[in-house]
T-cell receptor, first 115, second 112 residues
Framework: DAGVIQSPRHEVTEMGQEVTLRCKPI?????LFWYRQTMMRGLELLIY????????DSGMPEDRFSAKMPNASFSTLKIQPSEPRDSAVYFC?????????????FGEGSWLTVV | SQQGEEDPQALSIQEGENATMNCSYK?????LQWYRQNSGRGLVHLIL?????REKHSGRLRVTLDTSKKSSSLLITASRAADTASYFC????????????FGQGTTLQVKP
C-alpha cells in the first residue's frame, strides 16, 4: 500500500493567496483527519471525517479554513485568504473504524510557509 | 486544548541506556496510543494500550497505563541512535468520538 499521500509537500505562498492541500487516504479506510503542527501549539486536530462526512470541525481555526471530502479517496483543506500565522505543517491521516481503538496512519505532511 | 502532556519535554541519553517518557491526561479514556515522529516526517504508530490493560510490550518498547493517576509511560530499553525522534501520546477520550488528541511530545536524543 502506498500509504497516505499528501500534496504538495512544500508550498511557499504570499499572504492573501488561496492554498489548497490535498490528501489521498489509504484505500479502505473510512476515517480521515487533518492535523496542523506548529512549535507553539503542537499537533492540533482541525477536522475529522467519517465515511466522507465531517463529524467534528471544532478545531478549524477560522472561516478562512475549509475542508471537503467529495469521495472516499480524496480530501482537500483550503485556506483562503492565507496569513503568515497559517505557516505550519499540515498532516492528513486515515484509519479504519475511527481513531479511538485503531491505528491512524499519517502522511508525510504539507509544509506551508505564508510570507 | 491538549489532552495529553508529556514529560520531560526533552531527553538526551547515551546509546545503550534506557529512556522513559511519561504522559498525563485529563479525562477518562478508552485507549491510549504512542506515536513516534522522526524529524521532517509524519507520525508513526508504536503501540496501543486499552484502558483495562496495565502494561504492554512490543520489542524494546514497554508501555504502562495507570488510569487511577491518568498517566502512562513509555520505556525504550537499550536505546539506539536511530531511536532519536519525538514521541507523542494520544488519547481518545471516553466518549468514543473516534478522534485522537495528541500531547506536546517528548524529544529524545540518543547519542552514539
Amino acid at each position: 500500500d502506498a500509504g497516505v499521500i499528501q500534496s504538495p509537500r512544500h508550498e511557499v505562498t504570499e499572504m492573501g493567496q488561496e492554498v489548497t492541500l490535498r490528501c489521498k487516504p489509504i484505500s479502505g479506510h473510512n476515517s480521515l483527519f487533518w492535523y496542523r503542527q506548529t512549535m507553539m501549539r503542537g499537533l492540533e486536530l482541525l477536522i475529522y471525517f467519517n465515511n466522507n462526512v465531517p463529524i467534528d470541525d471544532s478545531g478549524m481555526p477560522e472561516d478562512r479554513f475549509s475542508a471537503k471530502m467529495p469521495n472516499a479517496s480524496f480530501s482537500t483543506l483550503k485556506i483562503q485568504p492565507s496569513e503568515p500565522r497559517d505557516s505550519a505543517v499540515y498532516f492528513c491521516a486515515s484509519s479504519f473504524g475511527g481513531a479511538g481503538g485503531n491505528t491512524i496512519y499519517f502522511g508525510e505532511g504539507s509544509w506551508l510557509t505564508v510570507v | 486544548s491538549q489532552q495529553g502532556e508529556e514529560d520531560p519535554q526533552a531527553l538526551s541519553i547515551q546509546e545503550g541506556e534506557n529512556a522513559t517518557m511519561n504522559c498525563s491526561y485529563k479525562t477518562s479514556i478508552n485507549n491510549l496510543q504512542w506515536y513516534r515522529q522522526n524529524s521532517g516526517r509524519g507520525l508513526v504508530h508504536l503501540i496501543l494500550i486499552r484502558s483495562n490493560e496495565r502494561e504492554k510490550h512490543s520489542g524494546r518498547l514497554r508501555v504502562t497505563l495507570d488510569t487511577s493517576k491518568k498517566s502512562s509511560s513509555l520505556l525504550i530499553t537499550a536505546s539506539r541512535a536511530a531511536d532519536t525522534a519525538s514521541y507523542f501520546c494520544a488519547t481518545d477520550g471516553s466518549s468514543n468520538t473516534g478522534k485522537l488528541i495528541f500531547g506536546q511530545g517528548t524529544t529524545l536524543q540518543v547519542k552514539p
